[in-house]
Nanobody
């Protein structure tokens, strides 16, 4: 089972950009479906983006971030990224990456489908 460590969070003004990274341990990272989730204070965790292990072009986003966020992976570096552009105050949350070893070629969008989580990284967008 992989271990996940997120980085790249911080404080940014509205309209700015951040790139989150999620580094995974283990030799089978390329066989893991990966996802990003977030949780704002007082709110439930919500799905943000997901990427298949089968094809890096197989991605899926929640509607509110589509066109602004991009998920990608570099299997040689055992890392998944979340490029966040045109950030809004409502994007403020703790962002978590998640992983699941699977033979499914699709993306996983439910938190219940993932079995490994990182510790989270705080993203704060000021208005």
């Amino acid at each position: 089972q992989v271990q996940l460590i997120e980085s790249g969070g911080g404080l940014v003004q509205a309209g700015g950009s951040l790139r989150l990274s999620c580094a995974a341990s283990g030799r089978t990272f390329s066989s893991y479906a990966m996802g990003w989730f977030r949780q704002a204070p007082g709110k439930e965790r919500e799905f943000v983006a997901a990427i298949s292990w089968w094809s890096a072009s197989n991605t899926y986003y929640r509607s509110s971030v589509k066109g602004r966020f991009t998920i990608s992976r570099d299997n040689a570096k055992n890392t998944v990224y979340l490029q966040m552009n045109s950030l809004k105050p409502e994007d403020t949350a703790v962002y978590y990456c998640a992983a699941r070893f699977t033979d499914s070629r699709g993306v996983l969008v439910s938190g219940r489908e993932y079995d490994t989580w990182g510790q989270g990284t705080q993203v704060t967008v000021s208005s």
